[in-house]
C-alpha cells in the first residue's frame, strides 16, 4: 500500500473547486463532511454531506463547493504495490457516492492514516495498511445496508401493489403504468414482480379478477355480464374466455356447481 498524501478535516475557501481531466493519477478516497457538486459520468450532482466516493485510477475529477458554503472533507490519494493489495476494496463501486450512516469511525482512521503517514513510527506501513482495510470493510457494510434498504422498499413497494390489485381488481392497471407508479422500466417492474411472488404481474392481475368474479357469481344475483364490467373487463367474451381458460368451466356453469 502506497499513501501519497493524506488530510483531515480540511476546509476550503468558498470559491474552491477540482478539475482534473486525467484523474489525480492514483486512487482518491473523499470523505464528504459537507455536500459539494460533483460531475459524475458527464452529469453535474449535487452529493450531500456524510457520502463517500471512491476514484478509480485515470477517472476525471469535477467537484467544487456548494455556492456560500466552505467545503470540508477528509481524502487520501492512495495506490497498490501489487494485485493482491486490492482485495481491501470489497468491490466497492468507483466513482459512485456512497452514503454512510457513521461518517466518524471512517474520518478517525483518515486522521490515524495521517497522522501515520508524517510520522517515523516503526510499524506506520503496518499500521496505514490496516486503518485502511478498515475503512473498506465500513464502506462495504454501509453499502450493503444501503442495498437492503433498497430492497425491502422495493419489496414493500410491490407488496402495495399486488394488495392494490388484489382489493380492486375491476382498477384498469397496465404495466406502463404501474411500473411508473413505482418509478421502475417496464423490464425491470416486470422482473422483480415475478421474482418476488413466483407469477407475473399479468398473471396475477387476471387471477385477482377472476378470484373476485367468483365470489360474485357465488354471493350475488348478478348476470354473467354484469360481473364481467365489475371485475375491470370491457367485453364479456373476453371475460368469459379467460374464466373459463383458468377455472375449467364457464362463468355460468361455475354458478351453478357452487351456488348455495
Not at 504495490?81 to 478517525?108: A, G, R, T, Y
Not at 508524517?118 to 473498506?136: A, E, Q, R, V
Request: positive net charge.
Amino acid at each position: 500500500m502506497i499513501i501519497n498524501n493524506a488530510g483531515f478535516n480540511f476546509s476550503h475557501d468558498v470559491d474552491f473547486y477540482v478539475e482534473r481531466k486525467n484523474g489525480s493519477g492514483d486512487y482518491l478516497l473523499l470523505l464528504l463532511k459537507t455536500g459539494a457538486y460533483f460531475n459524475l459520468n458527464g452529469r453535474e450532482r449535487l452529493i450531500p454531506e456524510n457520502s463517500v466516493i471512491l476514484f478509480k485510477k485515470g477517472t476525471p475529477q469535477y467537484y467544487r463547493y456548494i455556492p456560500k458554503h466552505i467545503f470540508t472533507n477528509d481524502w487520501i490519494h492512495f495506490d497498490f504495490e501489487n494485485e493482491s493489495e486490492k482485495e481491501i476494496l470489497c468491490n466497492i463501486p468507483f466513482d459512485k457516492p456512497i452514503k454512510v450512516n457513521d461518517m466518524h469511525i471512517l474520518s478517525f482512521c483518515i486522521k490515524m492514516i495521517s497522522s501515520e503517514f508524517y510520522s517515523n513510527n516503526k510499524n506506520k506501513n503496518k499500521n496505514i495498511l490496516s486503518y485502511m482495510t478498515l475503512i473498506f470493510s465500513k464502506i462495504d457494510e454501509e453499502k450493503s445496508a444501503e442495498n437492503k434498504m433498497k430492497a425491502d422498499k422495493k419489496n414493500e413497494a410491490l407488496s402495495m401493489i399486488r394488495r392494490k390489485i388484489y382489493e380492486k381488481p375491476y382498477e384498469n392497471r397496465t404495466i406502463k403504468d404501474t411500473s411508473h407508479e413505482l418509478r421502475m422500466s417496464e423490464s425491470l417492474f416486470q422482473h422483480a414482480y415475478k421474482e418476488q411472488f413466483g407469477i407475473s404481474f399479468v398473471k396475477d392481475l387476471i387471477n385477482s379478477r377472476i378470484e373476485y368474479a367468483k365470489m360474485l357469481l357465488v354471493n350475488t344475483n348478478l348476470n354473467a355480464n354484469e360481473i364481467s364490467v365489475m371485475c375491470g373487463y370491457k367485453s364479456y367474451v373476453h371475460f368469459s374466455r379467460q374464466f373459463t381458460k383458468n377455472v375449467g368451466l364457464s362463468p355460468l356453469n361455475y354458478r351453478m356447481q357452487n351456488k348455495l
